[in-house]
Structure formats: C-alpha cells, structure tokens
C-alpha cells in the first residue's frame, strides 16, 4: 500500500467550473447533505443522481460511467475498490469527518481544512452534516441507565477496542478501528442538538432546492 501525492485546494479548483455527477440513494440523506453543503460553501458544481440502492449500487454507477463519484464510508470502499484506489482509477478528493489514518488517504484533504477560513455560520453548517460521520456506529443503551452501569459499559468497550486480539481480527477482515469514547459521543451529540435553528433552516433550504420535482 502506497502514499498517494498530496492534493490541494488548488487541485480541487475545477469542481468549481465543471458538473461532476454524485451517485444518490435519496434526498437529504447521509451522503447527499454534506454534497450539499461542499457545493454551497466552497462553490462545487456537483449535481446528485437519485435512486442507487446502497453503496454497492452507486458503485455499480462508477463502472458502469453513468455517475462520476460518489460519497460513501472508507472502509467499505477500500474493501470493493482497493485495487482501483491504488491505481488511480479512482481518486479520493476529500475526507468528511474525523481523519482514517490510512496511507491512501495521505494528503487528501478533510472538509475541516476546506472550511478552515470560512465564517463560523459555514463551519455550523459543515458540523451539522458531518457529525454522525464523527461517532460513527454508536453502541448506546437505554434510557435511565446507573452511571455505574454505563462507566463499566464505556470502560468495557474501550478496553476490547484495545485488545490486540481484537485488533488483529479486525486487521483480518480489513476493518478499521477508529474507537470514539462514550464521553466524547456524548458531547458530540449534545453539541450536535444544539445547532441554531438558522443553521438547520439553512440546510433544509438546500435540500429543498435540491429535491426532484
């Protein structure tokens, strides 16, 4: 597994110019806010294909040219399209979300860095779309659970997910381990729910204009 070459802002300038096409599976979901979002902050000329059936389905769009790209989970498209990533078939232009430390996403920009200098109204609006992308897939409990019980819950699962036997399966199926403690999902969420109600208004604002007739 190589490094690939760094790719700039500058790099990225002719999203700006040209229509690239985002394999979809439906409005406002997961992957079509944050494209959104890209477009309208950063000026990206992106334009959403609805109707795919999960990633594999978007993918098959890829191979088949009826979309340009999609956006998707890494693991998963490391795992299907690992050869292709390598080669340079396929390039990987920006990271949403908390960095993965994979040498194949060396220099490939997170949408953090993007937004670096942009207005604080702009970096809400990116926080909103991207959060669920930072804690991932949550293990949760029930409401009203004894601290007790969710300090030795959270300590449990922070201590399997440095158990080298449990890294070593993980590292046989080529799955990442990325853990997100239960304090700092917490925060994330509480700070998730607390996004100003113009920021939410904005982003329900874009997808509308964004929504098929």
């Known amino acids: 597994m190589h490094q690939r070459a760094g790719i700039t802002a500058k790099d990225l300038k002719p999203l700006e110019q040209k229509t690239i096409t985002i394999g979809q599976t439906d409005v406002g979901g997961a992957s079509h806010a944050p494209q959104l979002v890209l477009n309208n902050v950063l000026g990206w000329k992106t334009r959403a294909i609805f109707g795919y059936e999960g990633s594999t389905g978007r993918l098959l769009g890829i191979d088949r040219g009826e979309v340009d790209g999609i956006l998707t989970v890494w693991d998963s498209l490391r795992r299907q399209k690992g050869d292709e990533i390598r080669s340079g078939v396929l390039l990987p232009l920006v990271h949403i979300g ?18 670096a200098e942009k207005s604080v109204a702009d970096k809400q609006l990116l926080a909103l779309t991207q959060r669920p992308y930072d804690w991932g897939r949550p293990v949760i409990a029930p409401p009203g659970l004894p601290q007790n019980t969710a300090t030795a819950l959270r300590n449990g699962m922070t201590a399997m997910m440095a158990d080298p036997q449990f890294l070593a399966e993980a590292k046989q199926i080529d799955l990442d381990v990325i853990p997100v403690t239960g304090e700092r999902i917490q925060a994330l969420i509480e700070e998730y729910m607390s996004t100003p109600r113009s920021v939410i208004e904005r ?3 874009l997808i509308q204009a964004d929504t098929p007739s």
């Not at 908390?98 to 937004?115: C, K």
């Open 98 to 115: 908390q960095r993965v430390p994979d040498p194949l996403l060396a220099g490939v920009p997170t949408a953090d860095e993007l937004f």
């Open 203 to 205: 982003l329900d604002e």
